[in-house]
């Protein structure tokens, strides 16, 4: 589904995002991308949106080389990813239903598809009876959910999250992270960028590791805890 090759970033100036990071994400697989700030998480997400091109190395997704893509196919390409981020970037002269609605009015979807796109993923955020709320009325938690809603209601293959409970006390970003996790289960590829390892630790899928640009660590949850392998026993 998704593959990193090489992948290096450099900005003008000299700034060196990323460094030949390679991982490949599978279909259907959940997986966080985590590192301190600056670490290049962002970067590595605004490639996968093609917001940014790689200086070196190759980006795969579904088949599809990103370095080549023509400029005129990336909106169809990005159509087919759900992108949430941590200021939620809603509309507030525009009600909860109507945020939700705006990417199948980009696509031109015949409004009664749309309005029961929109109301079926609210129902699975749990907003279904605030459709007619502004999101100035609601909590930090439920605008969050505003905006899983908006990423999912086209039924995107791929969702990515940048930092998704960055501005959440820790039991709402555990309520946003099973959300995810439900997502998942019906089968869309997911890479969430996040710093709380307090949170990420105690879930049971992959971890990429960024340090200043470099992938450092790829590991399953049940594989991060210190520990020696075999070779390193055998010399004690």
């Excluded at 990103?66 to 400029?71: C, D, M, Q």
């Excluded at 992108?83 to 809603?90: M, P, R, S």
């Excluded at 959910?145 to 990423?151: E, F, L, P, Q, Y």
Aim: hydrophobic residues 40%; neutral net charge; glycine residues 8%.
């Amino acid at each position: 589904m998704i593959t990193f090759d090489n992948v290096s970033k450099r900005y003008p100036g000299g700034h060196q995002a990323l460094n030949q990071v390679s991982f490949g994400l599978e279909d259907g697989e959940m997986a966080f991308l985590t590192g301190r700030s600056g670490a290049g998480k962002s970067t590595l997400l605004k490639l996968l949106m093609v917001m940014e091109k790689p200086s070196q190395g190759q980006i795969v997704v579904d088949g599809k080389n990103l370095g080549r893509l023509p400029h005129q196919q990336i909106p169809y390409y990005r159509r087919r990813i759900g992108v949430v981020f941590q200021d939620h970037q809603l509309l507030f002269d525009r009600s909860v239903f109507e945020n939700v609605a705006l990417p199948l009015q980009i696509e031109g979807y015949p409004k009664h598809e749309a309005d029961r796109r929109v109301r079926a993923a609210l129902d699975k955020v749990g907003l279904l009876k605030k459709e007619k709320m502004n999101p100035l009325m609601l909590s930090g938690g439920e605008q969050q959910r505003i905006g899983i809603a908006r990423a999912v209601v086209n039924r995107p293959r791929i969702l990515l999250a940048d930092e998704p409970t960055g501005n959440l006390d820790p039991e709402l970003a555990a309520e946003i992270m099973h959300l995810f996790e439900q997502f998942n289960q019906v089968g869309v590829s997911m890479l969430i960028a996040s710093h709380d390892l307090s949170l990420i630790t105690r879930l049971q899928h992959r971890i990429l590791t960024l340090d200043q640009g470099e992938l450092v660590q790829d590991a399953w949850q049940s594989a991060l805890p210190t520990r020696q392998e075999p070779h390193q026993r055998s010399q004690e």
